[in-house]
């Protein structure tokens, strides 16, 4: 995608809804803009007029006048900030949730290959960036070509050939500033992405620090980290040095103007062709060309370094949906009545097949159990089911409708998945298990608390239900966390149940008393179940064993 397509989409955000107080924003900037330009004005006739001949009452207006304008267009900068501070958060939060929003309706192939640290990267670091792109850069850029050119009016009618040493150094300073802005650019991209690279090992260091103290491989981990920061830091100070080049090259063209005004412009007072009032007007338009100017250029190196960002938001955003969520699809009621049937099913993650002409029946009201060894694909026909990848050959159904032609939001409301790593929050254990749904009846979840055995457990912790169960839920044991992952299922009284290896935790006993306390809650289900135990299955009504094809 092009970067002018992406800045159009980009722009297409920041004024989606932001209209009117965009439109006002850039009114209240025009009239800054206009106020300023009667400054020189007002000074030219402070000097040349009211001083120069004595006229106290016209020093006395002027000077009110001058005053009025100062603090008239201070007091619109203030509302002008308020306002462009609302619109850069309104597009923050936007772009990240649109961000957030796409990022979980990917594909498992892009979960599979997803570098963490990159998209926090991404959605941290460039989402910062581009905070400050948008309607304030885009109406400064408008307003400072038109007060440039106006000045350049004023200019022309007061002495060309000084106008002409002022064009020609300025001529200098676009050059300069517009090869540095390429430089900018370049080395800011480089730096994004290292930017991300460390973010993923520090990402991956701290989500699994206990086990990287336990595996002792810190100091690998420092290594590598070491490695990257440095890398980073060197190219940091390469930009800042070239940006700070930058700025003083243009400093130094810029004070180069300021002397030709007065030591051209001196000689000419004195030759009696030009009046003191008109040389500090004329210097004050100068400052009105050179200053819009010397902006319209920082701006770009700034739209340039955003343009970095916006590319690589988009390019998640642009990221294909593969998996159709086919929104207009039919929907799977709760009290959906019939089977799930595996019809001739083939499917490959990569280029070797995974599954092959699979055929199965999951009937409602029966727990179907799958076995086989290690990598036979038990779990991927989990993912099938749950349409995390979609199949190659054959079909899917449930009540005789093929998965692809279900809204998939309606679908997988209705399947849960109980696994052997659950994720946990780190909220509380209400939370956890109710998922946030405020609904759900407190008595209802102590109650299947009390069938999967860790009713007891949460009762006992400081603040039952409310207590924090830490990040990955690490104050519980592998098999509390299994309870609750059982317990969230049942709660969430979705008709499909998948059992993925979820009791691989828990004791034989506890696990066949489990069993049999959530028997009756099981029973209009569909249930799956994934084991490597024979105990585990030994109840189911029927079992299917993979074979995995040499
Ligand atoms: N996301 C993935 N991308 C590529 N290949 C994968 C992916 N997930 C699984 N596989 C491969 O697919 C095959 C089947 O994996 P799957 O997890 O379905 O096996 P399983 O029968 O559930 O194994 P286990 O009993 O060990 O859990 C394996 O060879 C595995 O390496």
Redo the contacts with the bound molecule.
């Keep these: 995608m092009s970067n002018s397509k992406n800045i159009k989409r980009f722009l297409k955000v920041v004024f989606e809804k932001n209209k009117v107080i965009a439109s006002i924003a850039f009114i209240i900037m025009l009239i800054t803009s206009v106020l300023d330009l009667f400054i020189p004005q007002i000074t030219r006739l402070i000097l040349d007029d009211a001083i120069n001949n004595s006229k106290t009452n016209l020093l006395i207006k002027l000077v009110l006048l001058y005053t009025a304008i100062r603090i008239s267009s201070s007091l619109l900068s203030v509302i002008l900030e308020y306002i462009y501070s609302k619109m850069k958060k309104r597009v923050y939060i936007k772009l990240k949730i649109k961000l957030l929003k796409h990022l979980s309706k990917l594909s ?2 892009y ?2 290959n997803i570098k963490t640290g990159n998209i926090l990267s991404i959605i941290e670091n460039d989402m910062f960036i581009v905070e400050n792109f948008g309607a304030e850069i885009l109406f400064s850029l408008i307003i400072n070509a038109i007060t440039a050119f106006i000045a350049l009016f004023f200019l022309l009618k007061m002495e060309f050939d000084l106008l002409l040493i002022v064009i020609i150094l300025q001529l200098l300073i676009t050059l300069s500033q517009s090869k540095f802005t390429k430089i900018i650019s370049s080395k800011t991209e480089e730096i994004r992405k290292s930017d991300g690279n460390l973010s993923n090992i520090i990402q991956e260091f701290v989500s699994n620090i206990m086990n990287i103290v336990i595996s002792k491989s810190s100091f690998n981990f420092f290594k590598r980290y070491i490695k990257q920061e440095k890398s980073l830091v060197s190219k940091c100070i390469k930009l800042d040095m070239i940006i700070s080049s930058n700025i003083s090259i243009a400093r130094i063209l810029n004070s180069l103007i300021t002397i030709c005004i007065y030591g051209y412009g001196g000689l000419k007072i004195i030759k009696g062709k030009m009046s003191i009032g008109e040389l500090i007007a004329f210097q004050q338009y100068t400052e009105m060309l050179i200053g819009p100017c010397i902006s319209i250029i920082r701006s770009n190196t700034r739209i340039q370094q955003s343009l970095v960002s916006i590319n690589r938001i988009f390019s998640v955003l642009d990221e294909p949906i593969i998996i159709n969520q086919n929104n207009k699809g039919h929907r799977l009621s709760d009290t959906f009545n019939g089977d799930i049937v595996f019809d001739k099913v083939a499917f490959s ?2 280029k ?1 097949k ?1 599954l092959d002409n699979i055929n199965m029946i999951f009937e409602k009201g029966k727990m179907t159990a799958l076995v ?10 989990v ?1 099938l089911l749950f349409r995390l990848w979609d199949i190659n050959k054959g079909k899917i159904m449930i009540d005789n409708i093929d998965i692809k032609d279900y809204n998939l939001k309606s679908l997988r409301k209705n399947i849960s998945i109980v696994t052997q790593d659950l994720l946990l929050f780190d909220d509380s254990i209400l939370n956890n298990l109710t998922l946030g749904n405020k609904n759900i009846r407190k008595q209802y979840v102590e109650n299947i608390c009390n069938r999967v055995e860790i009713y007891k457990f949460i009762s006992e912790l400081p603040n039952g239900f409310d207590t924090i169960i830490g990040e990955k839920g690490v104050k519980l044991s592998g098999g509390q966390k299994q309870r609750v992952a059982i317990a969230r299922a049942l709660i969430s009284n979705s008709s499909i149940i998948i059992f ?2 979820a009791t691989s935790a828990l004791d034989n006993i506890s696990q066949k008393r489990i069993l049999e306390n959530i028997n009756d809650l099981l029973k209009n289900k569909t249930i799956i179940v ?1 084991a ?1 135990r024979l105990s585990t299955i030994k109840n189911a009504d029927k079992i299917y064993v ?1 074979d995995k094809e040499k």
Excluded: F
């Excluded at 086989?372 to 026909?381: E, F, L, R, V």
């Design positions: 498992g192939d979960y599979t993650y990569d070797d995974t086989g060894t290690s990598g036979c694909g038990k779990s991927t026909i993912n993925d290896e994934i490597h993979i």
